[in-house]
DNA sequence: TACCCGTGGGA
DNA sequence: TTCCCAAGGGT
């Protein structure tokens, strides 16, 4: 019954579909070519929460480092997190590589949308991606882009996150059975590059006689969302230590938990309020005179950083000497405390 | 159900 | 500077 709004939409993307790395395009999927299901999950789980520009290195060389699902499979926990150190949201590696092992050992990935949910790391949004784009599935796709589109088309006035169920229900009216994958694909670039957050370009929309937030002229303002609270500010110390070969003092964040499982300096706890930080080794620490900061998701962060030279012998508390150390593998609060104290070694 | 979980770019 | 936000998932 909206069928046209499908038509229209997809007239579009034949014309202006984004070309990514991980997509085939529409001219070549009316050719019956289909996108690598292992490129298409992989790309869906990097850019959860996250934008295409920041995406594409990342899967340039996870791609070149680990061709398929496989070879990711096989690959040692500590590269993965290496690779995707400076990415974000941690736990998204490491369930992608439990994702990949599970994968393998089912010997590929599940082709409709239930059996991809059963999956770490893949919940109602990347199920039903892979479904619809990497097996042409019908699936009903929302994520944060269909959640606008769909907004403004119907003119949601609830705002988010209450007017989820409504928007699901709403997208499922307008998803056409035939090309789905192209669809999917379609609502993204056109939540991307036209029906943007701020300034749509409603003047070029292809969906515009469908647009009723266009129609009441409230297109710019949805959808509605529940204001956030403030962020507060946390503080905290971090040690540096370089041995005198070189080698670095880190130290393995437990899995769970705020940069989990990724690499970084020893400290003390983060906190409003936090309790006076023991060293992880015993020699002559010298404060920085520059702090670091760093903003996450729901706090602002201060570090104070102190760096000493330890002894070629020297025993640490934790953490441990890292020969070969490359600052690419820390995570981005880490690497900026590098950044601070690396010319204070030379 | 809320809350936790990163980062970099743009306004 | 500060705030918003980008192809969400786990708990």
């Known amino acids: 019954m909206r069928d046209s709004f499908a038509i229209d939409l997809l007239g579009w993307y034949d014309r202006h579909a984004r070309a990514l790395p991980w997509r085939i395009g529409p001219a070549d999927r009316a050719a019956g070519m289909r996108p690598d299901p292992y490129r298409v999950w992989l790309s869906e789980v990097m850019l959860q929460q996250t934008t295409v520009a920041a995406v594409r290195a990342y899967f340039a060389r996870f791609t070149s480092l680990w061709p398929d699902v496989q070879a990711l499979a096989a690959a040692p926990d500590a590269a993965v997190m290496a690779e995707w150190a400076g990415l974000g949201y941690y736990a998204r590696a490491r369930n992608l590589l439990a994702c990949a092992r599970a994968v393998a050992a089912q010997g590929g990935f599940p082709d409709a949308e239930t059996g991809l949910r059963r999956l770490p790391g893949i919940g109602p949004y990347t199920a039903a991606a892979v479904a619809a784009i990497a097996f042409d599935r019908p699936a009903v796709v929302v994520d944060g882009n269909v959640e606008r589109v769909i907004s403004r088309v119907f003119a949601v006035h609830e705002p988010l996150p209450r007017s989820r169920p409504q928007i699901a229900a709403l997208a499922a009216t307008v998803t056409p059975q035939d090309r789905p994958g192209d669809y999917a694909q379609a609502m993204m670039d056109l939540g991307a590059t036209l029906c943007t957050p701020r300034n749509p370009a409603c003047g070029i929309c292809p969906v515009i006689a469908h647009c009723e937030g266009r129609r009441a002229g409230i297109a710019a303002d949805l959808p509605r969302k529940q204001a956030k609270p403030a962020k507060p500010t946390r503080r905290g110390v971090v040690f540096v230590a370089r041995r005198t070969d070189g080698a670095m003092l880190l130290e393995r964040r437990p899995d769970r938990g705020l940069l989990g499982g990724t690499l970084g300096w020893p400290g003390g706890d983060w ?47 934790s953490g441990t000497f890292v020969p070969d150390f490359a600052p690419r593998s820390l995570p981005t609060v880490m690497r900026k405390v590098w950044d601070a104290a690396a010319p204070h070694f030379t």
Not at 283 to 288: E, F, I, S, V, Y
Not at 297 to 310: G, K, N, P
């Open 271 to 317: 906190s409003e309020t936090p309790a006076p930080a023991h060293p992880p080794l015993a020699a002559q620490w010298t404060p920085l005179n520059t702090e670091v900061r760093h903003t996450f998701t729901h706090f602002h962060l201060i570090l104070s950083v102190q760096i000493a030279h330890a002894a070629p012998d020297a025993e640490p508390d």
